[in-house]
């Protein structure tokens, strides 16, 4: 059992805009690629070239249809990693202290050396966020890229989790969540950002932006915006007067 | 237990080095930062590659597919020497040689050809970027028979759009993201630019402007399009010209546009029965004539102070007192569009689209043009001279991709989406569609096709362009193909980048003729890249009565063991995109945007550890052993020692070279220039890419702007200024129906007049796609279609252990209601049968499809064998390919001809037009079929477990 802060000075989590998210998985192999080499040991893959190629990855993206029920149906791409919760079921669960919340800045972390590879933590994670590397028998999980975020060997404009920085669609973003005034914390007020199960009581940090609603394709155009013709088609006129009206505008 | 607390590392070591290069992942060409970082031998390995932020591309942000290059640079199926067949062909058994030998059989076998007949030297590069090199040396060589892959890929788009209007979507133009009020994407999957599409969707967003997805299958951008439009595949046209229908009968057009920029004015000819009957009329000086408003009378459509009318009717002839009648080509158009075949209620049926959406996304689009126009205060002057003082927009934006282009009908309905541009003045206007540098380059600016066969001797000129009239076929006397891919012949007249998919087929058949060698580089014909796969197989291996292989013998380039190595008699190793030189040159497909023109390089950012050399490397050295001219010096030695030195000092014409950036002996000019023996290293050291920024004046109006033609002559990009009206009447299409009516020489076989009569409309039009058309669709009723995934670009993804994890199979996807009717659940196995075969595949239920398609993800499939993976590999055991089931022939019609699968006016693949039926497969094994035999690789294989950058992590 390992205790969580009663507070964290900062509450570092990630915006995911599910308006704009394609489902490109560029977040999903650029994490693999940047913590491959990165915090912790690396994310392995069990037979690459074979039958059954399967690794570990911090970050996966879930593709779901959706039929609403008078409107055709719909994707809905929905990326997910851990969600560094305040109230971690996964650090709580833990038997070493291995996984831990930290005080300064809310990212939930494993410290490897002390991992036993038990599972619990991934076991209570509501989320299914955590993965077990299949060959250092360690359990891994998304570090907001704590060896990015605060490193003086990278450009200032770059200390930002690798998913955010590659994201083509422009659908992640980080930030300080303790910060009313941070940019993810306006975009979430003004977007309507929600937390991802609420009902699991675990008060995720990170946040999903709704995507905004749809157009309907049986929908006609409202009256006032219906194309009205611009002369009558059979009675005299036709399109060559009105060529004609149309072109003395002109000049 | 304590709240614990544990330091991590804050800054730890990242790597030693970035090297700034070029992507090679898709054809989008992003600019990479690749880390290099001490491996455990001590050596530069890969830690981490990602996008270059100053990159005009993709502005610091890189894709899946890019962002898995280190699993593709390092890949097990990687080629490590050059090959020379000991089997039988497709046994793929092979002995490894040193290059002094594949460079002598290559120079013996190609050097036999070139003295004899360069005719039989066929040689396609297939997703080549660097086609302006390989191209120039076909030309060099003196063999008719070249081109790259662009006759399957998207040649409908470039040929309908240059021929339209002097651009084309993607590479030759970009929808205006910045300032669109509206945008429409169609047939796009991830396809090509596909960093810039996501960014730009994102911007659009973020402004709160519409986007509207026009697909068959609601995945990718169109699940976050704000509307869909479940269209039914190859009925894009129809959609398009119903739109058309409504602007027209609203009057909601930009005349002064279509007066000032478009040959919409331009007299046509009303004489039935004269020769001439449908070409525009024209002065003695060929100038195409206009009814001026002012005087009644016909002129000079570029005469000074002409006030162009759009309707009436003149009399041709001196005086205008002739017999001979002629009208604006407008007034047909509009005669045309406002006849109720393209009236919304006549449409919908036809392309499953509700007529309410047709209605109000006309009246949106309407609204978006001229309710919402964008002013730019920027002065500009046109080429007429007259001064504008802003630039006024109609921000409506349109973007479309192979669901445009693989279709029979695909010419015409690229043309149509541009007629519907253009009446709304939203070409090159701001918020429309804007040109990239080098374009606009309209047909008076695009080289003619050139062919030729003279033993010893270079061609005249390129082999690929864009003829003019049907004098500039390249067919013989008796009317028969010079080319082997039939292209410029009667076949498909127009086809800009030549007909790869037809090489093999044509070759085996020994018609128009056979050849002796077949050279191919990166281009998978015995798998993904051609349609009726197995056939293509069987023509590889197919012997005559002499015990000769048909295709006598085949070189082939590739990094990796394709499935095309195992056909193979010798294998000339390729690198990796990060081991090599390149040039994205502005000579051919270069990586501007709209407001710079900009090229870009690749360089070895890391030095191969296998005795490989780059394919472009390879035919320079190829060239200098055949003493091929331009590439041997007058001594007889050789002109250039690799691609590098070519990229340095190659001139296309004096002072014009690859690449654009520091040219001059010190690097200070910009396009125009000597070489500049430190080029090369001044875009290393800018990161691997030159931007140059078109002048402010010239940013929008391209095709009409004095500036712009100015700043074009200046950088190179043309000789002199080029005119650039717009062709919403393409009188090159009257003139092939003239020819079929017997008005016109040459005259076509008369098995072609029909189909040339139906398809050759001068004004865009849409026809239904061939295949629909020669099967019973009560036996065929669907469509099936394949899509690329975004994180995978054609087979050379699944050797990327990365890329496999995420698409390692791919299911059918089956709209439910197909599904229900077949008796068909998530996971049951079906055969899909067309009128060419049938392959089993796994099933997964879809709504969000139109309900009579099926799609899936395209090129997973792979050959047991091929790509070093395992055999039992998810690949080969589930993954398929639709191309098993396509025949690149249509079915035979009973008038003893073969039609090619093709559009036939560009000769397109028409893989889009596939029609199938479904029946649920027996519950045996759980294996897609068709399999073949595994195929033998020439490396090893790899089975151990992956801890990639375990050596940096502690």
Partial sequence: MTLLPETTQKKLGLVIDLDVCVGCHACVVNCKEWNTGGYGAPLSDVEPYGDNPSGAWLNRIHTFEITPADAPAQIVHFPKSCLHCEDAPCVTVCPTGASYKRSEDGIVLVEEDKCIGCGLCAWACPYGAREMDPVENVMKKCTLCVDRIYNDNLLEIDRTPACVKTCPANARHFGDFADPNSAVSIMTLERGGYDLMPEMDTKPVNKYLPPRPKANPATAASESKQLAPAFAPKAGEGLLGWIDRALEKLG | MAVPAIEAEKSPHVSDEIRKTTCYMCACRCGINVHLRKGENGQPKIRYIEGNRDHP????????????????????????????????????KFEEIEWDEALAIAGKWLGDVRASDPKKLAFFTGRDQSQSFTGWWAQQFGTPNFAAHGGFCSVNMAAGGIYTFGGAFWEFGAPDWEKSEFFMIFGVAEDHDSNPIKMGLSRMKARGKKIVGVNPVRTGYNAIADEWVAITPGTDGLFVLAIVHELLKAGKIDLDYLIRYTNAPWLVIDDPDADDHGLFARDKDGNALVLDRKTGKAVAYNKKGVKSHLKGEVKLGRLGRGKRRAVPSFELLARKYLSEE???????????????????????????????????????????????????????????????????????????????????????????????????????????????????????????????????????????????????????PMSSHGLMHMVISNAHARDPYGIDVLFMYMANMSWNSSMNSVGVMKMLTDKDEDGEYIIPKIIYSDAYSSEMVAFADLILPDTTYLERHDAISMLDRPISEPEAMCDAIRWPVIEPDRDVRGFQTTLINLGSLLKLPGMTNEDGTAKYKDYADYITNHQRKPGIGPLAGWRGKDGSKTGRGEPNPDQIQRYIENGGFSETHVPKEALYFKHANMAWQNWAVEMGLQDAPVENVFQ?????????????????????????????????????????????????????????????????????????????????????????????????????????ISHHGRIKVPVARMGAVNNKTMWTWNAIGKRKGAWSLSPGAPESTKGFLLNHIINELLPPKGDGLRWSNSDPITGQAAWFDLRVRVEKAEADEELSLPQYDEQKNPVDRKTETLSYGKEWTK
């Fill in chain 2, 342 to 492: 393209y009236a919304p209620e006549n449409v919908s049926e036809t392309t499953g689209i509700p007529v309410n959406q047709i209605k109000r996304l006309a009246a949106e689009i309407a609204e978006a043009a001229f309710e919402k126009e964008v002013v730019v205060h920027q002065p500009w002057t046109d080429m007429k001279g007259e001064k504008h003082d802003k630039m006024i927009g109609r921000p409506v934006a349109f973007h479309a991709m192979r669901g445009i282009s693989a279709h029979s009908n695909g010419f015409q309905t690229c043309r149509s989406i541009h007629l519907l541009q253009i009446l709304l003045g939203s070409i090159d206007s701001p918020g429309g569609f804007r040109f990239k540098p080098p374009y606009p380059r309209p047909i008076a600016g695009q080289p003619k096709p050139h062919g030729g066969n003279k033993p010893n001797e270079p061609l005249s000129g390129p082999h690929l362009g864009f003829l003019r009239s049907p004098q500039e076929m390249l067919i013989n006397e008796d009317g028969s193909p010079q080319r082997i891919d039939k292209a410029f012949s009667w076949e498909a």
């Fill in chain 2, 57 to 92: 591309i993709n502005k610091g942000v890189l894709c899946a597919k890019g962002s898995a290059g280190i699993m593709q640079h390092y890949s097990p199926a990687r080629l490590s020497k050059p090959l020379k067949r000991v089997g039988e062909r497709g046994e793929g």
């Fill in chain 2, 728 to 832: 919403l009447y393409l009188e090159p299409l009257r003139q092939f129906q003239l020819c079929a009516e017997g008005k016109a020489k040459p005259e076509p076989p008369e098995s072609h007049k029909q189909r040339i009569l139906q398809c050759f409309d001068p004004l865009p039009s849409w026809y239904e796609p061939f295949e629909g058309t020669a099967i019973d669709t009560k036996e065929f009723p669907y469509h099936a279609l394949t899509q690329r995934p975004a994180a995978m670009y054609h087979s050379w993804g699944s050797q990327n252990a990365w890329l496999r994890q995420i698409h390692g199979s791919n299911p059918m996807y089956i709209p439910s209601e197909i599904c229900d009717e077949a008796g068909l659940e998530d996971g049951d196995w079906a055969w899909i």
